[in-house]
């Protein structure tokens, strides 16, 4: 997923995945485990977490949400 910056010009921004501190995680955040994702968005988690290119691609993790893995992840 992407998404467009406003502006002079669209720019086309990535969805990447950054690991996060337990403690920044808010109660209104949307915490997922790692085996409550699909096939499809779990391949893209670990790609995007073990690779060099933290960019994710999949319609189900939005901007914001965390997933709980080895550590806490978060969308942006």
Known sequence: MSRSVGGAGAVDVATVVVECEAADVEATDRVRDFDQLSPAARRAFLDAVTG?????????????????????????
């Open 52 to 76: 060099s290119d933290r960019t994710v691609n999949v319609a189900e993790l939005d901007p914001g949400d965390v997933i709980r893995f080895t550590a806490y992840y978060r969308v942006v």
